[in-house]
């Protein structure tokens, strides 16, 4: 890969990584919760399920999951669902007000597991990955070479967006202080998470 492609394939890949989704919710919620260090362990369940999303789609089992629609529509559902019961369960979150230095946390397994299963439960993530990796791995050239540059400019590029939401959700808690703040926030949160969850339910995503 020469410098021109390697910055051509960094540049593709922050676009791909910056739009406000589901993970970058994730890491502004955990933020706003946890704290941006703490939530930082949302960002390794985001990387992990990055790497698994990668290995899909450099061995071509992206497009044997999108070439059986049983196999597919059962990931999406379940990702509609999991989607709905998060945003149901952030929307009725109580708010609680405590001091940022004392605030309960959630573990650090759960976070990781969150970050993990928001990610790969999305039926989108797949198609970026097997959009952008296919165009800049060349078939007639040795592939090991190729995935050590490839794979892990593609983790920093997602770890440093994400942990910039987090840092971002760290901010804004500091700005939650009143009960009324913490439950708008919330219900945001949760709003999102379901109209995320219902565009996935009528949109196509092999087509788009």
């Known amino acids: 890969m020469t410098l021109t492609e390697w910055l051509t394939f960094a540049a593709i890949w922050t676009v791909l990584s910056l739009p406000l989704g589901p993970n970058a919710i994730n890491c502004m919620t955990s933020g706003v919760s946890n704290g941006t260090r703490r939530a930082l362990w949302t960002v390794l369940g985001i990387a992990i399920a990055g790497l698994t999303h990668m290995t899909i789609a450099v061995l071509g089992l992206g497009t044997l999951l ?8 059962a990931l999406k559902w379940l990702g509609i669902a999991y989607l709905t019961w998060l945003g149901i369960s952030l929307w009725r979150k109580p708010a609680k007000l405590s001091a940022i230095g004392s605030r309960e946390v ?6 990781v597991r969150r970050g993990f299963t928001i990610s790969m439960s999305n039926p989108k993530a797949i198609l970026s990955y097997m959009a952008a990796f296919p165009q800049f791995i060349d078939p007639g050239s040795p592939m090991a070479p ?3 540059v490839v794979v892990p400019t593609a983790i920093v590029i997602l770890v440093a967006v994400y942990a910039g939401y987090t840092a971002a959700g760290g901010g804004l808690a500091r700005v939650l202080t009143s009960v009324a703040r913490q439950q708008f926030f919330n219900r945001v ?19 788009a």
């Open 146 to 148: 190729q995935l050590l």
């Open 66 to 73: 999108l070439a059986y629609a049983e196999l597919y529509l």
């Open 106 to 111: 959630e573990p650090a397994g759960l976070l």
């Open 189 to 207: 949160a949760g709003g999102f998470y379901l109209a995320i969850a219902g565009l996935l339910a009528v949109t196509d995503t092999r087509r």
